[in-house]
């Protein structure tokens, strides 16, 4: 059995899963002021009276690190940039502790400036001196070679709790990227550090020793202590939660948008032939763009919770909320009291929703119902409108998925699949608004943390040779050795794959999920004079996200549900 879990801004939902179907699903409230707990309820909620030999992981989609980076809420810690000549490192700096130093090496790994070791004894008394116990070191080449790197961490040690390495982050040069994406690592770090000892520590008192892992931006896992040195991964998990949990009802051949709608914000993606839409350079977030790879998703402030405003006499539905709807107790209207007051929820108190509305109602100058199905109505074309902008936006630029580069592509999406808890309420107006057939997803209230569950462990490798030095490296991985000039692209990728397949393994992959593919197989020649002078060798390898082996009998039933339940789903 397998348990997912997907932290929500309104609630945690929890899914029991065995290889037969769907045991058991729970809602927890969330409390933002304390995921922990709301972590460690689900978990105790959902395998109450289930014997722990029985589960055989358990996998989280939090919002913790988002959060953190979002509100500000991430701890000091300190940054140490080695950029060489030929860039200004000030153009990237971060925040109040970041500190340039001199040291530098070239395009190919090479020293061209050793380390300015009493510059570094004063940042490191200026650090401290702060109170920082977290610091992230990044080099401008230590993809190539990460020896600044680690010499500076090594200088560190006695001094700090904790360092972050560039060359950790990705075999890609892009050196502004991998300083903001190690800034977010450092940042989030002695949060996740806690998230993980709460939660390791409330399962071994039950006797519950098992794998735990954390679902990534990219829709794949990694297993919770891996996650330790790469804590920015689990940025933006919920948005993947929710694309997961809808591919095993996309079909072959369709093009499907995805929509999440929950009560504090609806996720949107985009679903090509069953393969999800990738971000492929890395996301930006709180305005840092980074080298964290993700699905290509939008967050957008609409949910059912949303507050409602009137602004020159327009309505304007979010962003934010403000508690739960009028229909639950909540202090404002919200569309979830539309919803009630129009009946398409059959769930609150209706009273109190339309006594909630009455004064809005007033304000836009219409009846109560009229108001209600205005809010109805304005919110699915917003959804609408977000989504038809995300479309267009990946059909402004390459398109990558997963799996591959589609030059020349433009998505024609032919299908809306909508979960979260109201979906059933909006699939019929969001299918006469776009002019898209729309289903609902079967278990579309927990099919989030179904996709969490479902995900599998994914993992990359880089690894680079150069013939005329004899080097072959991975920074990634700490991997280095030394090679002759005959070394080939056959013996790179050959290395790449067994690289690849012991990192996942190590990360908490199964010898069944690992379907490997080669993603980048680059080689150029360098020459001397008027002769060949030896090959630069790049080779790029990943474990192909999507979902894990042995559990897909449950999405063919759940989709044999949803051809059944299909008209009965879409009429609320």
Request: with cysteine.
């Amino acid at each position: 059995m397998i348990i997912g879990l997907d932290v929500g801004g309104t609630h945690t939902d929890v899914v029991l899963l065995d290889k037969d179907g769907l045991i058991k699903d729970i809602k927890v409230p969330t409390d933002e002021t304390n995921l922990f707990q709301t972590v460690l309820s689900g978990i105790e909620q959902i395998s109450k009276n289930i014997k722990p030999k029985a589960i055989e992981r358990i996998v989280l989609s939090t919002t913790l690190t988002t959060n953190a980076i979002v509100q500000g809420q991430a701890p000091d810690f300190g940054m140490i940039v080695l950029a060489g000549p030929g860039i200004d490192p000030e153009a990237f700096r971060t925040h109040e502790h970041y500190y340039p130093i001199r040291g530098a090496l070239d395009h190919r790994g090479r020293e061209t400036e050793p380390i300015d070791m009493e510059q570094l004894k004063y940042v490191t008394r200026k650090l401290k001196s702060a109170g920082i116990r977290h610091v992230g070191v990044v080099g401008k080449f230590s993809a190539r070679n990460p020896i600044h790197e680690q010499k500076v961490r090594d200088a560190l040690r006695k001094s700090f709790r904790k360092v972050f390495l560039g060359h950790w982050i990705s075999g890609s040069l892009n050196f502004p990227r991998r300083i903001a994406t190690t800034f977010l690592n450092a940042s989030v770090y002695p949060l996740h550090k806690k998230f993980f000892e709460a939660v390791q520590k409330s399962l071994d008192s039950k006797g519950m020793r098992i794998p735990i892992h954390v679902l990534k931006a990219d829709g794949g896992t990694m297993s919770l202590e891996s996650s330790m040195n790469y804590p920015g991964q689990t940025i933006l998990s919920g948005p993947a939660a929710s694309i997961m949990g809808a591919i095993p009802f996309c079909e072959k051949g369709e093009e499907v948008i995805v929509l999440d709608i929950g009560g504090t914000t609806t996720d949107i993606g985009v679903v090509l032939n069953q393969v999800p839409v990738l971000e492929p350079v890395g996301i930006e977030l709180a305005g840092h763009k980074t080298l964290i790879r993700a699905l290509k998703t939008t967050s957008v402030g609409l949910g059912g919770d949303s507050v409602l405003a009137l602004a020159d006499g327009r309505l304007k539905i979010g962003p934010g909320r403000r508690g739960r709807a009028m229909a639950f107790g909540g202090p404002e209207p919200t569309p979830t009291d539309a919803l009630r007051i129009l009946d398409k929820i059959t769930t609150g108190d209706q009273q109190k929703a339309l006594a909630g509305m009455q004064e809005l109602a007033a304000r836009m100058e219409m009846s109560v119902a009229q108001a209600a199905e205005h809010i109805y109505q304005h919110f699915c074309g917003e959804v609408v409108r977000h989504a038809t902008a995300l479309v267009d936006e990946i059909n402004s630029k390459p398109l990558y998925t997963v799996r591959e580069y589609l030059e020349g592509y433009t998505v024609r999406p032919n299908k809306i699949l909508v979960l979260g808890g109201p979906a059933p309420c909006f699939a019929r107006e969001l299918e006469l608004i776009s002019g898209i057939p729309t289903m609902v997803v079967p278990k579309w209230g927990v099919a989030n943390a179904m996709g969490a569950a479902f995900a599998r462990t994914t993992s990359e490798v880089t690894l680079f040779a150069d013939t005329q030095r004899g080097i072959l490296t991975a920074p990634e991985e700490n991997f280095f050795d030394k090679i002759t000039s005959s070394f080939s692209r056959e013996d790179a990728v050959k290395k790449t794959l067994a690289l690849l397949k012991k990192k996942a393994l190590g990360r908490g992959a199964s010898e069944a999920d690992l379907e490997m593919e080669v993603v980048e197989n680059l080689q150029f020649n360098m020459v001397r004079g008027f002769s060949a002078a030896g090959r630069n060798i790049r080779i790029k390898a990943q474990v192909v996200p999507g979902l894990i082996s042995g559990y897909d009998v449950i999405a063919r039933k759940l989709t044999a549900e949803m051809a059944m339940q299909a008209e009965a789903s879409n009429v609320c």
